[in-house]
């Protein structure tokens, strides 16, 4: 299987060596590092590995966690293949069929991001939503979808151990929200990541992605003024 970790490391000679040596000694093949970020003297790595077993994992975890110079942000599996480009593939099959861009980008972004579920909706939408809001999902998104109050800019806000990012689909009107369940929170090179994949789905989905969101805009009106009519049909007949 392959794991993202995400980790502190004291920014000094010797200091990832260590970090190798015990990734090497759980059976775990390093096959990409990316430097996040560096502040206060760490640095923030993000290291995708590849562990044959499975149940190797939680001794991989208490290792890193054991070393004096390593924070552990979070441990997550990762659906991207190192070496492969998921950014251009789920672009080209936008511009394929731009019809489909929501779903297909509700559909790969919890993969390239290491998230659980994502989904788009209206902006500004929050709370529990009824379905005529959700506009696309992710195959695993809950059947009842709640959100938090999100910005409608890119962003990311934590919710407990939920951690949401999201992004406008252009001028659309349509947020795009990916839902990560625990550690570690999204890194603002993810939001970045996010942001930059909707924005760009947007501009070669063009006119038919605007199209879509207006007639769910509509066909959402229709339903609550079905709701609210039955709603007051309910109090006269009481």
Not at 85 to 107: Q, S
Not at 184 to 204: I, K, M, N, W
Request: charged fraction near 20%; proline fraction near 6%.
């Amino acid at each position: 299987m392959l794991l993202r970790l995400r980790i502190w490391v004291a920014d000094r000679p010797g200091a990832l060596g260590q970090v190798t040596r015990e990734l090497g000694a759980c059976g775990a093949d390093i096959v990409q590092v990316s430097v996040l970020s560096r502040e206060l003297g760490r640095a923030l790595d993000e290291i995708t590995v590849f562990l044959p077993e499975e149940e190797h994992r939680d001794r991989l975890e208490r290792s890193l966690r054991g070393l004096s110079t390593v924070t552990v942000e979070g441990v997550r599996p990762s659906g991207e293949v190192p070496g492969a480009f998921p950014d251009l593939d789920l672009l080209g099959r936008v511009a394929a069929d731009p019809r489909a861009a929501l779903n297909m980008l509700a559909d790969a972004l919890p993969r390239i991001l290491a998230a659980d579920w994502a989904v788009a909706v209206r902006a500004g939408a929050s709370g529990p939503l009824h379905p005529s809001v959700v506009l696309a999902r992710s195959w695993d998104a809950p059947r009842e979808v709640s959100l938090p109050e999100l910005p409608s800019r890119a962003a990311t806000v934590s919710v407990g151990t939920s951690r949401y990012a999201c992004a406008p689909v252009g001028e659309s009107g349509v947020l795009l929200v990916v839902c990560r369940l625990g550690d570690p929170p999204f890194h603002r090179f993810e939001v970045l990541r996010l942001s930059r994949l909707t924005e760009v789905g947007a501009a070669v989905a063009g006119t038919r992605l605007v199209a879509r969101a207006a007639a769910s805009a509509a066909a959402a009106a229709a339903a609550a003024g079905v709701d609210g009519a039955s709603s007051q049909a309910e109090a006269s007949a009481s």
